[in-house]
């Protein structure tokens, strides 16, 4: 049995294997884009062509160009199912009363996606709490993260300058840590309003455009699921999902030895595939702010200019290292442990969103306390996922409402540290048996 927040005992639902109903179109492509991913969605979500939010079809043309958090959120998505995206980037109800002015009509389908939102589930619950705290939170750790993020771009740049001029290769690790630390915290911004900090994200030949719709409008809300795109992008290489059929031997054990090159080649890779893509579909995939991943050698040469070849050597180097240190840290981030659920696993049917959120995540409990490292980490994950436009530095104030919710709901939050994420995910790798979720335990 489960409950609501009013302690009323409801029946344990049917299990499942997944949250969509649909096996998404274009999954298994060999080269997987994030606008082939929105592609897919459009045949899969019954939109019909507008914007589909719950089981409502509404226009939000004339909307776009009006939206606080920028047009493109409203562009990109159209003729897809928004649900999870208004749900998680609106905390506040305007947003809500203005959808009337838009609707179209009721969709003719049913939602491909199970995840819920009922007033008196344990999301919606989540969120009128928080929407009450907001108003009397401390908002000073928000300057807090523009500033650390601003001081690791600095420091980024001036040991690269430094390295290229010393000719140390130490002190070149030392800024591309700092370019990963620097990406990492930009993270924050692209789940923002459009603001410039977002476009950091671009430092290392990776899009911030790109990231809004593999990690935000995919990961963030089907994480784990066979519509997260950070997890179908790594296959057959990296394979997270306990599927038999996906991987053998080699993908199941030898991750301990060719992970780290993973890792290392995630941002040229990131520029290949988008090369690749533009080429063979005849659609541009790059912009102007592409060019903010020059900006770090052009900065060294202008400071040694003696060697154009020493410089892009070097600037390569601190590329490859800031690529390590950020597969090493993201994909070890929260998301992939045998404790934690994956497509495949058995979870209840028509399962709440925040509960869903819970069962996909292990916060690290190791960062938790230091706005530095939870800005550099992702942490706080399972917060940041359920309510992604708020600033890292705000989120441990809802701490309290969030613990009282899953004590409520009878629903385990779960923490660990990053050496158990690092031996989990590996132990994941080589998981291939399902396993049921139960919310308010464990694993059975």
């Known amino acids: 049995m489960t409950q609501t927040s009013n302690g009323e005992a409801t029946a344990v639902p049917r299990l499942v294997t997944t949250i969509a109903n649909k096996y998404p179109t274009f999954r298994d492509v060999p080269l997987k884009t994030p606008y082939l991913w929105l592609e897919g969605r459009r045949r899969d979500d019954g939109a ?4 589909r939010i719950h089981d409502t079809l509404y226009d939000l043309t004339e909307f776009a160009d009006r939206h606080p958090g920028g047009a493109s959120w409203i562009k990109l998505t159209k003729g897809t199912d928004i649900t999870e995206a208004f749900e998680t980037h ?8 203005l959808l009337p002015k838009f609707k179209i009509r009721e969709a003719k389908e049913p939602r491909n996606v199970r995840l819920t939102f009922a007033d008196d589930g344990f999301y919606r619950t989540l969120k009128r709490r928080v929407r009450e705290k907001l108003p009397e939170i401390d908002r000073s750790s928000i300057a807090t993260s523009r500033l650390i993020i601003d001081s690791l771009l600095t ?3 001036v040991l690269a300058l430094g390295a290229v001029k010393s000719g140390s290769y130490l002190v070149a690790a030392a800024s591309g840590l700092c370019v990963c630390w620097t990406m990492i915290a930009a993270h924050n911004f692209f789940h923002q309003k459009d603001n410039w900090r977002m476009r950091l994200f671009n430092l290392a030949f990776v899009s911030y455009r790109e990231w809004r719709i ?11 699921s ?8 790594f ?8 599927n038999p059929q996906l991987k053998g031997n080699i993908q199941r054990f030898g991750a301990w030895i060719y992970g780290p090159f993973m890792y290392s080649s995630v941002f040229i890779g990131e520029f290949g595939k988008r ?13 102007s702010d592409d060019l903010i991943t020059l900006i770090l050698p052009t900065l060294m040469y202008l400071v040694d200019s003696s060697c154009l070849f020493g410089v892009l050597k070097m600037w390569l180097f601190i590329v490859v290292v800031a690529s390590f240190c950020f597969g090493l840290i993201g994909l070890n981030a929260a998301h992939h442990h045998p404790e934690v659920f994956h497509s495949g696993d058995k979870i209840p049917d028509e399962i709440d969103f925040g509960v869903y959120q819970i069962a996909t995540v292990i916060d690290r409990a190791d960062v938790k306390g230091s706005q530095f490292a939870v800005l550099t980490s992702f942490g706080d994950h399972c917060l940041h996922h359920m309510f992604p436009t708020l600033d890292h530095g705000i989120l441990p104030q809802l701490y309290p409402v969030f613990h009282k919710t899953c004590e409520e709901f009878e629903t385990t939050y779960r923490e660990c540290s990053w050496l158990h994420h690092i031996i989990g995910q590996h132990r994941q790798l080589a998981r291939v048996e399902p396993q049921v979720y139960n919310p308010s335990k464990k694993w059975q």
Do not use: Q
């Open 275 to 287: 090369t690749i893509s533009t080429i063979t579909s005849g659609k541009n995939e790059f912009f």
């Open 226 to 233: 066979i519509m997260d795109l950070e997890i179908s992008y």
């Open 235 to 242: 296959e057959p290489i990296l394979c997270w999902l306990p």
């Open 155 to 157: 420091a980024a740049i």
């Open 48 to 51: 019909e062509g507008l914007w």
């Open 90 to 97: 609106h905390i506040s109800t305007r947003a809500e009363s």
């Open 214 to 224: 593999s990690h935000v409008l995919s990961h963030h809300h089907y994480p784990n």
